[in-house]
């Protein structure tokens, strides 16, 4: 499989703000990652988030505690499209995070823009060289809480996000509800762009990829009722040209890294190196 994208693929990017790759790992690809995430979810970890009902929401920092999703942000099928999203450029890795939406999980995630966080509070001074890897390690279908975004919103502004009133302090490693984000869309803005350019759903088997663009709005439902695991893993590339500028209560390292260093693809057989009993004994 060829590692770099198309033409048309980058053209269709640009034009709406994502790009899904169905079956872009192979099936032994993502079970090993599954597996691992597992076994990460059991761990105590300084970058596990919770919702209110105490379940592991997130895990920040996954390629810091883990060879397999330290293999995967180097991966060349994630680094080099990644590289062409933002122009060309060596890119760092900003963020690797796994984001667990258990069957029978009532959480959710409001319509956002990521570029709000990381400009706002990361620093960084262009969206436009920032490109977002997320991996499907389950099927996603229209009943466990796909991914939606509107199609064209990378356009919108970003002075047009605006903070909710309850705030979600990912680094204190709770969210105060199953939804809330520190900053959302307005329902305004929401309907706006989506009677204007609609919404789409991000479906795949397990071991698909969508490339998204930082700001392009989107959001995810309850898996409340659904008897199917959805985890997803993302990787925040950003351009070392894009470098963030310091300010004041930056993010713990493990969700805003400060390792501004290129990184290197490694070899497309990364994921395929690690064993489950290797996995287990560390």
């Given at each position: 499989m060829a590692m770099k994208l198309t033409n048309d693929q980058l053209n269709f990017y640009n034009e709406n703000g994502y790009l899904l790759l169905p079956n872009y790992f192979t099936p032994v690809e993502v079970e090993v990652?599954?597996?691992?995430?597992?076994?990460?979810?059991?761990?105590?970890?300084?970058?596990?988030?919770?919702?209110?009902?105490?379940?592991?929401?997130?895990?920040?920092?996954?390629?810091?505690?883990?060879r397999v999703f330290q293999g995967l942000a180097h991966h060349p099928k994630l680094v080099e499209p990644a590289t062409q999203l933002v122009g060309g450029s060596s890119v760092y890795i900003h963020r690797c995070s796994i984001n667990f939406k258990g069957a029978f999980e009532e959480t959710m995630w409001f319509w956002h823009q990521d570029s709000t966080y990381l400009c706002f509070q990361d620093g960084m001074p262009r969206d436009n060289q920032i490109s977002i890897a997320l991996t499907f390690l389950h099927k996603v279908t229209e009943f466990n809480g796909p991914i939606m975004i509107i199609p064209g919103s990378h356009r919108r502004a970003l002075k047009q996000t605006a903070a909710r009133g309850e705030v979600a302090v990912l680094h204190q490693g709770k969210y105060p509800?199953?939804?809330?984000?520190?900053?959302?869309?307005?329902?305004?803005?929401?309907?706006?762009?989506?009677?204007?350019?609609?919404?789409?759903?991000?479906?795949?088997?397990?071991?698909?990829?969508?490339?998204?663009?930082?700001?392009?709005?989107?959001?995810?439902?309850?898996?409340?009722?659904?008897?199917?695991?959805?985890?997803?893993?993302?990787?925040?590339?950003?351009?070392?040209?894009?470098?963030?500028?310091?300010?004041?209560?930056?993010?713990?390292?493990?969700i805003a890294s400060r390792d501004y260093r290129?990184?290197?693809?490694?070899?497309?057989?990364?994921?395929l190196s690690y064993s489950a009993t290797e996995r287990g004994a560390e």
């Open positions: 990652m599954r597996s691992e995430a597992a076994v990460l979810r059991l761990r105590e970890l300084p970058g596990r988030s919770f919702n209110v009902d105490q379940v592991v929401r997130i895990i920040h920092g996954a390629h810091f505690e883990s509800s199953k939804g809330h984000l520190a900053y959302t869309t307005s329902p305004e803005i929401v309907t706006e762009l989506a009677n204007e350019h609609g919404i789409v759903s991000m479906k795949g088997s397990a071991g698909s990829v969508l490339f998204l663009h930082p700001t392009c709005i989107h959001g995810s439902g309850s898996n409340a009722i659904s008897p199917f695991n959805r985890t997803i893993a993302t990787v925040v590339y950003n351009s070392v040209e894009n470098i963030p500028k310091p300010g004041e209560n930056p993010r713990p390292e493990y290129p990184i290197e693809p490694l070899a497309e057989d990364i994921l």
